[in-house]
């Protein structure tokens, strides 16, 4: 089987992509052929060096005839079996691929968003939500149709990689308890950073020089993270390690007492045995024991749980000093949530599942196959590229390159800070000229319509009002 696996991302690591890189490793020793279709990068080249095929995108609005170009040329050297797109940009490419050349269409929902799923789900062949939560929330929430196309296949760790290992602590760490925070430092995982900001406020007052706390992961946050952490800490230490893999990942946790984890974070840690408070984007779930581990595998470790900050932070507080009063407590939990992962999260089978999906979908689209649809179908595939420059300061000159353009029309709104200042409606014009009324951060969102009312929206690059003169005010978008 060929696989190709469209994936979209900001951060140069995370969950997704650990997610994608244990199907591709899967399937790559199985002896299947797998293509990626991600940003150029750290994850990029590690495929490629583990056997993977990649195609290179920045996901731009511009891109996807390009990418489009680059999948037809690999489909007619080395046939394609299926599609398994991951969420956002990478999902209406795989879905756009699938469409055009005739293919069958895999989606991963990851967490608590929708990604247009009612009105794809009908050109899907079958959709992977990976908690029963995130399925739940689809059905109830979403109103999306075709239960029957939505199956779990969790995340899971890798076993062998992810066990109990002897590692001294950090030297600054001695003789205290090390609990971690493993997670992004981006504003996406705001509800995580503002929980671990109580925890550690509460720490300070409660077990002032008891604690070292142990930071693996950064972000855009990382400095305003980093100035509160050492605003509230007190006397007890933190460290920072940033972003870790393999290895140097597992011995983070097993220096730990304790973590502060979200999705295959709290399964790694579980994995290793090291309690796991867990918590996601979306809610706190608490520290993984008998009462909580159904919650906690229900919601993929709080990524679909509710939010309420105020109940978390009384939470978080009792955790904490359930931690903190016994060693043997700690212990217990350990095994006990390692006892969780081999139960619920056992990689080979689930790995094995997904595979025995693949070759439904690919089987069942064999004997009832969609007829290919044609790129001029999809405006994506027509647009060509957008070009900004500045004829004066106070003016912004936007160009829109698209093919053919007979029947398209073009709207734009000027946005300064994030606000919608000027509306300039529907008209066949690809070029306009903009004045910029002032200082602030301005952005032009473009809107693209054809005669059948179909549309599409996307923002250009932000440059810097007449008052703000930077180099980006005469600089070429793309």
Request: charged share 25%.
């Amino acid at each position: 089987m060929h696989l190709l696996i469209p994936v979209f991302f900001n951060a140069s690591f995370g969950g997704v992509h650990e997610n994608v890189r244990a199907t591709a490793l899967f399937m790559l020793a199985r002896r299947h052929r797998v293509t990626l279709v991600c940003r150029p990068g750290p994850f990029a080249e590690q495929l490629r060096e583990q056997g993977a095929g990649v195609i290179e995108t920045d996901y731009g609005e511009c891109s996807y005839a390009a990418a489009l170009a680059e999948i037809r040329a690999l489909h007619e050297r080395m046939p394609i079996d299926l599609i398994h797109a991951h969420p956002f940009a990478a999902r209406r490419l795989g879905v756009i691929a699938a469409r055009v050349l005739g293919l069958p269409c895999v989606v991963t929902m990851h967490g608590k968003y929708l990604d247009a799923l009612p009105q794809t789900i009908d050109q899907l062949d079958a959709v992977f939500a990976v908690s029963e939560g995130i399925r739940h929330y689809l059905l109830s929430e979403g109103e999306v149709g075709h239960p029957e196309k939505l199956q779990v296949v969790p995340n899971t760790p890798d076993a062998k990689l992810f066990k109990a290992v002897k590692v001294p602590p950090p030297a600054e760490a001695e003789g205290r308890v090390v609990i971690s925070l493993v997670t992004r430092l981006d504003r996406d995982k705001a509800f995580i950073l503002e929980i671990f900001y109580q925890a550690v406020a509460h720490a300070a007052a409660r077990y002032p020089g008891r604690i070292h706390w142990q930071v693996v992961g950064q972000g855009t946050l990382q400095e305003a993270f980093t100035e509160r952490v050492e605003a509230l800490r007190g006397e007890n230490t933190v460290s920072y390690t940033g972003w870790l893999q393999g290895e140097a990942l597992r011995d983070a946790y097993c220096r730990s007492d304790a973590a502060m984890v979200a999705g295959r974070c709290a399964l790694e840690a579980l994995s290793c045995g090291v309690p796991a408070i867990a918590l996601g984007c979306h809610g706190y779930v608490g520290l993984v024991d008998g009462e909580t581990w159904q919650p906690a595998v229900f919601s993929n470790f709080g990524e679909v749980a509710d939010k309420d900050a105020g109940l978390a932070e009384s939470a978080v507080a009792r955790d904490l000093d359930r931690l903190i009063r016994s060693r043997a407590e700690r212990r217990r939990l350990g095994r006990f949530g390692r006892q969780v992962v081999r139960q619920c999260f056992n990689a080979g089978e689930m790995h094995r599942r997904l595979l025995g999906f693949y070759q439904l979908a690919v089987a069942a689209f064999r004997s009832a196959p969609r007829p290919p649809v044609d790129e001029s179908a999809f405006l994506e595939l027509r647009l060509r590229g957008l070009a900004q420059h500045r004829p004066s300061p106070e003016t912004l000159a936007i160009r829109l390159e698209c093919e053919p353009t007979d029947d398209l029309q073009f709207a734009w709104y000027l946005l300064r800070d994030g606000e919608v200042i000027e509306k300039l409606g529907y008209a066949p014009e690809l070029h306009r000229e903009i004045s910029l009324p002032g200082p602030g951060r301005y952005r032009v969102r473009c809107f693209v319509k054809d005669e059948q009312g179909r549309k599409i929206a996307f923002l250009g690059p932000e440059v810097a009002g007449p008052d703000e003169p930077t180099s980006d005010n005469a600089s070429p978008g793309a």
